[in-house]
Antibody, heavy 121, light 107 residues
Framework: EVQLVESGGGLVQPGGSLRLSCAASGFSFSNYVMAWVRQAPGKGLGWVSAISGGSSGTYYVDPVKGRFTISRDNSKNTLYLQMNSLRADDTAVYYC??????????????WGQGILVTVSS | EIVLTQSPGTLSLSPGERATLSCRASQSISSSNLAWYQQKPGQAPRLLIYGASSRATGIPDRFSGSGSGTDFTLTISRLEPEDFAVYYCQQYGTSRTFGQGTKVEIK
């Protein structure tokens, strides 16, 4: 059974940093794209970042470029999102999602339960 | 960037009725790289349809997807109580974008 479990969320002040983690199990982690998708309160889904199975390719949505860094440790079956210079509009539930393949194009066939990040003073 | 526009914003229907949800793209989507997800309150999204018309594992056959190019449709043939939720389309061809969602609510 595929499981994705996020951790590391919480309340942070504007300008602060957080690192999200996603522990994966039930599939061959290194063979799949992994991604972060976020959902602001009461809003729709939005791409944040994605990384290929071997970490050779990464993708970021424009608003987070230069502030967020996606990475993965295939030996630990874990996906990360380092978030720096956080802003109020980064407040959202962040979902870890498994891609359907090792590279583009891919859809998301499994999702974690989500973790809340709140940026506020 | 390809923009996906879903309509209607809200669909008010009764259990047993047919639901037809639309997703229109601002440019043609290559190779029908379009997916549909269902999201219930407080839950993560769940994959329903990929490749515009292929049902994901475990998805009931009352859910069907169709379309190509710029116009895509998700149809729920007969609504069950558990189908009332928000539905998102997503294109995964050129760039990666979601539609704004259609809420299917009980009439």
């Amino acid at each position: 059974e595929v499981q994705l479990v996020e951790s590391g969320g919480g309340l942070v002040q504007p300008g602060g940093s957080l690192r999200l983690s996603c522990a994966a199990s039930g599939f061959s982690f290194s063979n799949y794209v992994m991604a972060w998708v976020r959902q602001a309160p009461g809003k729709g889904l939005g791409w944040v970042s994605a990384i290929s199975g071997g970490s050779s390719g990464t993708y970021y949505v424009d608003p987070v470029k230069g502030r967020f860094t996606i990475s993965r440790d295939n030996s630990k079956n874990t996906l990360y999102l380092q978030m720096n210079s956080l802003r109020a509009d980064d407040t959202a539930v962040y979902y870890c999602a498994k891609g359907s393949g090792s590279t583009w194009p891919y859809y998301f066939d499994y999702w974690g339960q989500g973790i809340l990040v709140t940026v506020s003073s | 960037e390809i923009v996906l526009t879903q309509s209607p914003g809200t669909l008010s229907l009764s259990p047993g009725e047919r639901a037809t949800l639309s997703c229109r793209a601002s440019q043609s989507i290559s190779s029908s790289n379009l997916a549909w997800y269902q999201q219930k309150p407080g839950q993560a999204p769940r994959l329903l349809i990929y490749g515009a018309s292929s049902r994901a594992t475990g998805i009931p056959d009352r859910f069907s997807g169709s379309g190509s190019g710029t116009d895509f449709t998700l149809t729920i043939s007969r609504l069950e109580p558990e189908d009332f939720a928000v539905y998102y389309c997503q294109q995964y061809g050129t760039s990666r974008t979601f539609g704004q969602g259609t809420k299917v609510e009980i009439k």
